[in-house]
């Protein structure tokens, strides 16, 4: 999609826009008088392509390239998009669309631009002031500031550019960002009036797509996958629209909590490879009997089927090429280069053009494209690792065409052979893209080395915020979130140990309770101990005392036999004595037993 510049002018609360027209790639002749092409281009509308025949019937096509446009507004910017070529164009006014029901656009078939009269809000003096520094022009700007006579004498004498010189330019003035999914689509409410004539006609839509965009008309809807690809009518929808679309539907489809989980750590299944951690083989690659038929088949149309490549669509044709090459490494990086069944869908689905008929123009769109549709699509929606498929991209380019060759290969049998069938997808794109690699004439080696150092310059340049998406928010709020669960668990271990502490002297307390319980509750033990003890000391004191009485008596016996046996007699009086007496205490002890016992008996029977 070619870009254009838009001559403009102010004028009170107006703004004139000049708009060329691109020329076409096959343009016909031109018609002399206009009148005589607007009258073929109504009898082709009312007739039908026969009342339009010869010089009439090109004239018609001439009109009908014309009419081919589509126009996009907002507060201040203007898209229109002219038959193959889009022109941009941001004011430093704003428009006034509250009243815009009708745009009339006039068409200059001599000077061959369209001119468009807007109008714009009443400027007030504040933003008069501070209006000069906008893109768009037609201000007098901010003055410079004043510098001292010393340096423009310098400046004068070595001949040099002053510094306001110099800063218009090499520093041009900031692109402002436009948020292309808000402009606002008023290609229904213009009419196109041809030289200044009072007849005034429609806007037509009829766009090519595809391939360079060689292709045009309806898409036969039988062979297109309705799952994957979101425009089922291309040829209706300009290259904006469908860019409109895309960003729409991405905006819609992003999640934010599978864009979390990601962002920690990478949700792989078990049992398989980290994505992050996988080494493409791009020198290593192999071709299967399969594949070389498929490339022999396609190769032979090339000789009939080649030309020479237009200049305009070479970037065009370069960067759908690095849009398909990052799909191809993202699957190949997920899969270890094993191809699944969702490889099919994975390599269509993260591609524009597939599933959209994009048309990109500069390499930085193709990159914010893929990683806006990388985490917001697939199974694994990492910013790193959208980034790293970008440099397995860049190696391809360096020096991997045959690699790139069995790529696009088997995509092409991917496409073919699933189900649903998205061989439309090999037909508008895929097969052409074969032929350009395949050629050395048309995609050198140095120029894929080219497009690689393009592409790493521009990788450099390309952050979150270029997705659009509030990548870098999300992540912020994540890390917030996350440094609260620690302050949390953080606080909960540090009042553990407080609790802990409160637990140990609450057991320290029951602890000496319990002392105090036992203190209290061992009291008849410690009595029983200490009258066994009192009771061990008296039986070794009269076992000691026995001892010592034998130890005497022995001593006195051999005395006595020594004096005679009167003492013998003595002795056993005595101990006559002590053995009754003792038995009479038995049984004193015995009969009051048995008292006690008749006593209880007769209580019992009296009861």
């Avoid at 003055?143 to 340096?151: F, H, I, L, Y």
């Avoid at 990548?471 to 609260?484: A, D, F, N, R």
């Avoid at 000391?537 to 005679?564: F, Q, T, V």
Wanted: charged share 30%.
């Amino acid at each position: 999609m070619l870009n254009g510049q838009i001559a403009h002018s102010y004028l009170e609360n107006s703004c004139t826009l000049l708009i060329p027209r691109p020329p076409a790639a096959n343009q016909l002749l031109k018609s002399s008088q206009p009148a005589a092409a607007a009258a073929a281009s109504s009898a082709v509308e009312e007739h039908g392509h026969g009342a339009g025949s010869g010089v009439a019937g090109a004239e018609a096509l001439h009109v009908d390239r014309i009419r081919n446009c589509d126009i996009f507004v907002d507060a201040h910017d203007l898209y229109f998009y002219a038959d193959v070529k889009l022109y941009k164009f941001h004011s430093r006014r704003t428009f006034d669309l509250r009243e815009l029901k009708t745009l009339l656009i006039k068409y200059n078939t001599t000077e061959n631009h369209y001119q468009i009269c807007l109008r714009c809000l009443p400027l007030t003096a504040a933003a008069q002031e501070g209006s000069g520094g906008e893109r768009g022009g037609g201000g007098t700007g901010d003055a410079p500031k004043a510098k001292s006579g010393r340096k423009d004498y310098i400046a004068t004498f070595l001949h040099l550019p002053t510094l306001a010189d110099a800063t218009r330019a090499h520093l041009p003035d900031k692109e402002p960002l436009v948020q292309e999914w808000k402009l606002k689509r008023i290609t229904d409410q213009c009419q196109l009036q041809l030289d200044g004539h009072e007849r005034t006609y429609k806007l037509t839509n009829n766009f090519s797509y595809g391939y360079a965009s060689k292709y045009s008309g309806p898409l036969d809807t039988s062979e297109l996958d309705r799952a994957t690809c979101r425009v089922s009518e291309p040829h209706r929808m300009s290259p904006i629209q469908r860019r409109q679309e895309r960003v729409v539907d991405e905006m819609k489809r992003f999640s934010r909590e599978q864009y979390k989980m990601n962002f920690v750590e990478l949700q792989v299944p078990s049992g398989h490879q980290n994505p992050l951690r996988y080494k493409p083989k791009i020198y290593e690659t192999s071709m299967t009997q399969e594949q070389a038929h498929l490339l022999h088949n396609i190769s032979r149309e090339q000789a009939r089927e080649q030309q020479p490549y237009d200049i305009l669509r070479q970037n065009e044709i370069d960067c759908g090429l690095i849009s398909i090459l990052l799909a191809i490494c993202y699957d190949v990086r997920t899969t270890n280069n094993e191809a699944t069944c969702e490889s099919g869908w994975t390599r269509s689905i993260l591609c524009p053009l597939y599933c959209y008929f994009e048309q990109f123009d500069n390499y930085r769109d193709v990159l914010v494209a893929f990683l806006r549709r990388m985490i917001t699509y697939p199974l694994y929606r990492n910013f790193e690792l959208g980034r790293q498929c970008v440099r397995d991209a860049i190696e391809v380019l360096k020096g991997g065409r045959n690699w790139l060759i069995n790529q696009l290969l088997l995509t092409h049998q991917q496409f073919s052979s699933g189900e649903p069938s998205r061989d439309s997808f090999n037909t508008f794109y895929l097969e052409d893209y074969i032929r350009y690699v395949t050629s050395p004439s048309a995609c050198s080696d140095e120029h894929l080395r080219l497009l690689a150092r393009n592409l790493k310059n521009v990788l450099m340049d390309v952050n979150k915020q270029h997705l659009g998406l509030g990548v870098t928010e999300i992540e912020t709020e994540l890390i917030k979130e996350l440094m609260q669960e620690m302050r949390i668990e953080a606080g909960s271990d540090g009042s553990s140990p407080q609790q802990q502490g409160h637990g140990d002297d609450e057991l320290d307390l029951d602890n000496d309770t319990s002392g105090q319980e036992d203190e209290t509750t061992t009291d008849d033990d410690s009595v029983i101990t200490d009258s066994f003890d009192s009771m061990d000391m008296d039986m070794r004191l009269i076992e000691n005392e026995i001892a010592y009485e034998d130890d005497e008596e022995d001593e006195e016996d051999d005395d006595e036999d020594e004096d005679g046996d009167g003492a013998d007699d003595d002795d056993d009086e005595s101990s006559s004595s002590t053995t009754t007496s003792s038995e009479a205490e038995g049984n004193s002890v015995i009969e009051q037993c048995s008292n006690s016992e008749t006593a209880a008996s007769i209580s019992t029977s009296t009861k």
